[in-house]
């Protein structure tokens, strides 16, 4: 017989599929927070905030604030900016950004996906009724 899963992996399995419904705040958070890692994780901080739309930025930045992971949503918010003002300019500026960013989200979640899941598990414990019920 398989195991169940606990509700904290429950919601975080289906914040990982980017078209999860949002309609709580928390669930809004677990999916521009994963997909905005998961990006990061892949190509690094700036190719993450180049390749996500303005609006799946704030709501990295925004979903970042609400796990309390703060030092996480400023990486984002000025690594976008600087971005921007790049404007896809990728010669020495777009290479010392990219090194810079990657240093500053590092030093956001030192433990990675480790920091992000205890901030999780840590809201989700507190807010529970932010994130919708589980389907059993």
Same mark, same amino acid.
């Given at each position: 017989? $398989?195991?169940e899963l606990s509700a904290a992996d429950a919601i975080w399995n289906r914040s990982c599929d980017p078209d999860a419904p949002t309609t709580y705040p928390g669930? $809004?958070?677990?999916? $521009?927070? %994963?997909l905005c890692h998961g990006m990061a994780?892949?190509?690094? !901080? %700036?190719?993450?905030c180049e390749a996500l739309e303005p609006d799946q930025r704030a709501a990295a930045v925004a979903g970042f604030r609400l796990l309390g992971l703060d030092a996480a949503a400023e990486a984002v918010a000025e690594v976008s900016r600087r971005a921007d003002a790049l404007a896809g300019d990728l010669g020495e500026a777009g290479e010392q950004l990219e090194e810079e960013a990657d240093r500053l989200y590092r030093a956001a !979640? @030192?433990?990675e996906d480790e920091t992000i899941v205890q901030a999780f598990e840590s809201h989700l414990e507190r807010h529970p009724e932010a994130? $919708? @019920?589980i389907a059993r």
């Open positions: 017989m $398989a195991e669930d $809004a958070a677990m999916v $521009a927070v %994963l994780m892949n190509g690094g !901080l %700036l190719h993450s !979640l @030192p433990e994130y $919708a @019920p």
